[in-house]
DNA sequence: TGTACATCAGTGAACGCGCGTTCACTGATGTAC
DNA sequence: TGTACATCAGTGAACGCGCGTTCACTGATGTAC
């Protein structure tokens, strides 16, 4: 039957709100069309009457799980504290444990590096972060901000990624711990 | 037919060397079987003589390819330059460009953190990582050497993932560039 | 030392399963007159 | 304003496919006598 164009977006806003979770929390190839639309709840068919492709989607939920992460930088913008703050949230063990609503470069970046398609909306983005970075932070100093910002990001998502596949809670914590005072 | 006990121990070997790189190349999720035992020249219905299941294969592959990783690291031992060296290489456009020679780290720890089976091994050899890079090298000390082992590892990871996903080739030779350049 | 037989890794067809994708159908909504 | 009809997102069965895994069979090797 037809439906109101207004609840037709809606949806379509499921859609990508939860695929961008599952993909983040399970990764591109586990989480399957039908779970995705399950998440918004709706049966797998009308996937398509939405995205032309899974591949098509992932390249959606990649630009807005990273929008959300651009988004999330704003609030600590302008804040002689913020970048302390940004720092201290992102290798918390709150974030470690729930990779489906963090970091997407965390969670998507080596699955976006094995598929050519996804690479440009990925790099988009995090260009997009980057200048955040560089703009909302104190830095040491002007000249040095990008480079700091690379190299800050580099260490935050490679702490995420070691912490995330130990198993063993103290060693997990040390390298969040150390790598967040490496960067203070 | 039977075959000399010899040639069993090669094939299984043939066999984790070809998972070692195409679980780094493609992901666990994205290499069948299949394709794991033709790349050791045999057809998929004999993998069940070697190896319990995939999962027993993925976890011995880990193992495998970490093993490789720590024994790579010994040509850099009680050289003073040793560490230059070795965080050259390894932010490397060469690294990063064959991921499935390269570090286990970079390419699996995502996998290895959805997949609680995996950690264990993981984690066992990353310790044993982290104890070499703490005692081959030269740092700023012996009471900081754990932190800048962890510090320099986390850099290092981040770093590769990022310059892998990125498809603007300036920029993805600038991360690994920076992250150098902060190490040394 | 020679012969008969048990061993067991490799073969390749087959299994059930879940995947991404397609499609004929439904029926409330929006629109033409 | 009221009526007839076209629209189109959702339904859910079905498609072909490749996956991980199983299995009856093969036949050179190793071993018992």
């Not at 069309?33 to 709840?41: F, H």
């Amino acid at each position: 039957m037809r439906y109101p164009a207004e609840e037709t977006a809606e949806k379509h806003e499921k859609i990508l709100t939860g695929a961008a979770r599952l993909f983040r929390d399970k990764g591109f190839a586990n989480a399957s069309v039908g779970e995705l639309m399950k998440s918004a709840g709706l049966t797998h068919g009308p996937f398509y009457n939405h995205f032309p492709s899974k591949e098509a989607l992932m390249a959606e939920a990649i630009e807005f799980a990273m929008g959300g992460s651009l988004a999330g930088l704003e609030k600590y913008r302008s804040d002689p504290d913020g970048k302390a703050k940004y720092f201290t949230a992102y290798l918390s063990t709150a974030h470690r444990n729930n990779p489906g609503t963090g970091c997407p470069m965390a969670a998507m970046a080596v699955e976006v590096g094995r598929e050519a398609m996804l690479k440009e909306p990925f790099t988009r983005q995090l260009k997009g972060v980057l200048e955040k970075m560089m703009r909302y932070f104190r830095w040491r100093s002007k000249r040095s901000a990008r480079s700091e910002s690379i190299r800050a990001m580099s260490a935050m998502v490679g702490a995420m990624v070691l912490a995330r596949a130990v198993d063993d809670e103290a060693l997990s914590a040390e390298i969040l711990r150390e790598v967040r005072q490496g960067l203070l």
